[in-house]
């Protein structure tokens, strides 16, 4: 301890003695404000006293490390919950595997009445792109489908409470809304010349009024900005884009026909004439929003594990109560109890956990670890926003590390570069 510090505990005990019975005046008067600031130093100095080998990395935060076989060998603040930021991925990738399997494939619905009207019902395909419409299209021209009027999406599959927790309406593709039929993630791929002349910029996506629409403001260059960027309605924005894209794909494939688009659902006297499973499944889903950190990936796999378990419409609420289930068999209650988890991606701040529960949380995940991608040698989940960086994941010799830190200073790389060298317990820094 400091001489500085020791002085402060010494008058501290002195002031507070018990079997003095009461605090002299005097002596209080004399020394107040020392001993206020002695105490407020004494607190300040036990909150980071937790994690004393890296007190000039962790102002507020957690680590923990354990050996191959699990058993903690070194950590602090193993109990208390932070926000997780994007880590809570591998809590959705957990649940999807469980409830769903790695086999699982998307489905999307396609019913014609007899004015030639498509009708789009689907279940979130989050990789329902460019490639996979013009698949579809080569399978409903096989089956004898030379014209489409009408468009509509049926929207009937999904009965959001709202849109994604924590999800702002800035123009980042991250923040795009969700909904049962999603194309392109939701963001336009556009290029604006020095001209203004707005286009698309990908080959395998025509220009859309949407992208001019979007993107009408912005300066030369290339973009991917969300659909719903500013205020919009999600659901009719998320028609319109989907509708403009198959009606452009739609002639580009040589179907004949032009007629209404927006939201209808599928009349009873239409049929069903394609059922189209996405040529991606989970597991590749899953190494996507994993590797690449895709909120909008992994919150149409948090939904879907809620509907494949409860039922239709898919529910946040349905989602919850399935990845739950999932913690509580595979974690245990206790466990379980420590991740509070209110949307599939990291972006909500009400998400909770703590470094215990994550640690525990690899260890059932350790058969896919593969799925992770590699930062400073190590397979590791990271989760960053504002004032959040958290990494989790497996060490080279097999050990599985945390790091949160809901903190200003970014210090996690600095933190994993010191836990990759340790071969042994810190003394005084294992919690039980």
């Known amino acids: 301890m400091k001489p500085a510090c020791a002085a402060c505990r010494r008058l501290v ?87 769903l399997g790695p086999d699982y494939r998307f489905t999307t619905f396609f019913y014609l009445d007899d004015q030639e009207n498509l009708y789009i019902k689907g279940t979130g395909d989050p990789l329902l792109v460019s490639e996979e419409i013009e698949r579809i299209f080569i399978a409903l021209r096989a089956r004898g489908i030379t014209r489409i009027n009408g468009i509509f999406v049926d929207p009937s599959l999904f009965a959001l409470e709202h849109q994604v927790p924590g999800r702002e309406d800035s123009a980042n593709p991250y923040d795009a809304p969700v909904g049962p039929v999603v194309v392109n993630f939701n963001s336009v791929p556009v290029k604006v010349s020095g001209k203004r002349t707005i286009i698309s910029s990908e080959p ?55 007629g209404p688009e927006g939201i209808r659902r599928v009349p009873e006297s239409a049929r069903l004439v394609y059922e189209h499973k996405n040529s991606r499944d989970l597991q590749y889903l899953t190494r996507a929003f994993l590797k690449y950190s895709s909120n909008f990936i992994s919150n149409l796999v948090f939904l ?23 913690l509580v068999r595979q974690l245990g ?10 949307e599939g991606a990291g972006l909500s701040r009400e998400n909770r956990v703590t470094a215990r529960a994550m640690l525990d949380l690899l260890e059932v995940f350790r058969p896919h670890a ?19 960086y958290n990494y989790a994941g497996y060490l080279r010799d097999g050990r599985t590390y945390v790091i949160m830190l809901n903190q200003q200073q970014n210090t996690r790389r600095a933190i994993l570069a010191r836990l990759k060298k340790r071969r042994y317990p810190v003394t005084g820094e294992v919690q039980r």
């Open 13 to 99: 005990d002195r002031l507070l003695r018990k079997n003095q019975g009461r605090v002299n005046p005097r002596m209080l008067s004399r020394n107040l404000v020392f001993a206020l600031f002695c105490l407020i130093l004494l607190f300040g100095q036990a909150a980071v006293a937790a994690c004393p080998s890296l007190s000039n990395l962790i102002e507020k935060g957690s680590y923990v490390v354990a050996d191959q076989n699990g058993t903690i060998i070194s950590g602090c603040n193993l109990d208390t919950p932070f926000i997780p930021a994007s880590i809570i991925k591998l809590s959705t990738a957990l649940a999807g595997f469980s409830v």
């Open 204 to 258: 395998q996506t025509p220009t859309l009024p949407l992208m001019r629409e979007v993107a009408k403001n912005y300066l030369p260059g290339t973009y991917r900005i969300n659909i719903c960027a500013g205020s919009c309605n999600p659901e009719r924005r998320m028609a319109r884009y989907t509708t403009e894209l198959f009606r452009a794909l739609q002639h580009r494939a040589g179907i004949a026909g032009n």
């Open 304 to 326: 879907s594990c809620g509907a494949q378990r409860f039922g239709y419409p898919a529910t946040w609420d349905k989602a919850r109560r399935a990845v739950r289930e999932v």
């Open 333 to 342: 209650e206790k466990t379980a109890a420590a991740i509070h988890q209110v």
């Open 370 to 388: 593969d799925l992770l991608r590699k930062r400073m040698g190590v397979l590791t989940k990271s989760g960053s926003m504002k004032g959040i």
